[in-house]
């Protein structure tokens, strides 16, 4: 399919983070976009500059290092917690290596913390690079900046539904699973029999919300009425997209829009996916809307139906775990 320019909608959320009086109109407009798109961008979000800079400018130097120094802090090391660096080539989407490296982060949780004492999975502590002591810092300050954002984005997203601002926070993300990644993308390349390779295949996102901060090279792509339409970067701009979850609370009136990336620029590409998710262990249900249920299980790139789901979110993201990374299956499950 033919990719399309076409500008998805960007939205002063200032509203929203100043708990204005405009803020049911900032609402609104998230609740168009969810529908029409899935996906966003956001500015006035407030979040400083000086912090989005810092983060970029460690992870190209942590890049940038050989493969044996980053090796130092591999996913194997961090078991059940799902932290740590991957290379090139390890993690899979629909099966298919993709064209990316990354690093894994979550909750920065102590041994103590209950669902560590517990051994729950993807729980636990960060892997920092040993030789960049400013990484460990950068990357706790942005996610906890990131969480509060999330917090707002949430509220704005239970408005557009007509549902109390606190609706989300109450029932789902009181205690949210923060998964955060940081990936470089090499240029693509051309496979051995001229088969595109991509940064990452189309896929969807899991939870309820996910906040990107991207590169200025571009490359993120997403499908919307069956077209694929390119994502370019805004500047101090995330752009914001909901997972599988919404779109089962929804009952599809929110979709979880594919998406994929390919690194057209010649360059390394970095990205910054930040998940705002729910708690591991809550039961996610569907929201009462008045709404007729649409199921598109076979439009999906899965085919697998998000509404015909029982049980928590900890189920569900487990189910896809193994998806991802075979080789750590048993590590995790």
């Known amino acids: 399919m033919a990719i399309t320019q076409y500008q998805i909608?960007?939205?002063d959320i200032s509203a929203l983070v100043t708990?204005?009086?405009d803020r049911h109109l900032t609402a609104a407009k998230i609740g168009q976009a969810c529908r029409e798109y899935g996906f966003f961008y956001i500015i006035g979000h407030g979040v400083d500059i000086d912090l989005q800079q810092r983060l970029e400018d460690c992870s190209r130097e942590f890049f940038a290092q050989d493969l044996a120094t980053k090796m130092q802090i591999p996913m194997a090391l961090a078991g059940k917690a799902w932290r740590g660096y991957f290379p090139v080539g390890d993690e899979l989407t629909s099966g298919k290596p993709d064209l990316k490296e990354g690093i894994y982060f979550g909750a920065e949780l102590t041994s103590s913390h209950p669902q560590v004492k517990a051994g729950t999975p993807m729980h636990g502590a960060n892997l920092f690079p040993p030789n960049l002591p400013l990484f460990r810092e950068t990357v706790l300050e942005y996610m906890s900046v990131m969480t509060k954002l999330g917090h707002i984005l949430m509220t704005g997203i239970a408005l557009s539904l007509g549902l109390e601002a606190s609706y989300f926070s109450d029932?789902?993300?009181s205690d949210p699973l923060i998964l955060f990644r940081i990936f470089n993308?090499?240029?693509?390349q051309l496979s051995s029999n001229d088969e595109i390779r991509w940064g990452v295949g189309e896929h969807t996102d899991y939870g309820v919300l996910t906040i990107l901060k991207q590169d200025n090279?571009?490359?993120?792509?997403?499908?919307?009425?069956?077209r694929w339409i390119d994502a370019p970067p805004v500047p101090n701009s995330f752009v914001c997209n909901i997972g599988d979850m919404l779109d089962r609370m929804t009952g599809g009136l929110y979709k979880s829009t594919p998406h994929r990336v390919q690194n057209f620029s010649g360059?390394?590409?970095?990205?910054?996916?930040?998940f705002f998710d729910p708690n591991f262990d809550v039961e996610v249900k569907p929201i009462e809307?008045?709404?007729v249920v649409q199921e598109d299980s076979q439009e999906r790139w899965d085919k697998a139906s998000v509404h015909n789901f029982q049980g928590t979110y900890g189920d569900y993201v487990l189910s896809k775990v193994a998806k991802v990374f075979p080789e750590l299956q048993r590590t995790v499950l």
Request: no cysteine; hydrophobic share 25%.
């Open 217 to 226: 090279l571009g490359g993120l792509q997403i499908k919307s009425k069956s």
């Open 289 to 291: 809307l008045n709404h």
């Open 185 to 188: 993308y090499p240029p693509d």
């Open 9 to 11: 909608p960007i939205i």
């Open 267 to 274: 360059r390394d590409r970095l990205s910054f996916p930040f």
């Open 19 to 21: 708990e204005s009086s």
């Open 171 to 173: 029932r789902y993300t």
